[in-house]
């Protein structure tokens, strides 16, 4: 052991930037529970539109665990 770090740097960053994804993605689900129950019946409306924030958020992740590997 002298010291040294082995691996790649690129894979920390994606660990760093995959926390914003998961907190996007707690924060969409917490707001549709909230909002089904407060208005139970706006459930349909609702779930589409979680889901498409979903969609969208894990995008941004698997987009950058791409470059990651990519970049490396």
Request: aromatic share 6%.
């Amino acid at each position: 052991m002298d010291g040294t770090i082995n691996g790649s740097l690129n894979m920390i960053g994606y660990g760093l930037a995959a926390i914003g994804p998961g907190v996007g993605i707690g924060l969409i689900f917490a707001a549709y529970i909230n909002g089904v129950a407060r208005q139970p019946e706006a459930r349909g409306v609702l779930q589409g539109i979680a889901i498409l924030g979903f969609a969208l958020a894990e995008a941004l992740a698997i987009i950058g665990i791409g470059l990651a590997f990519v970049l490396s």
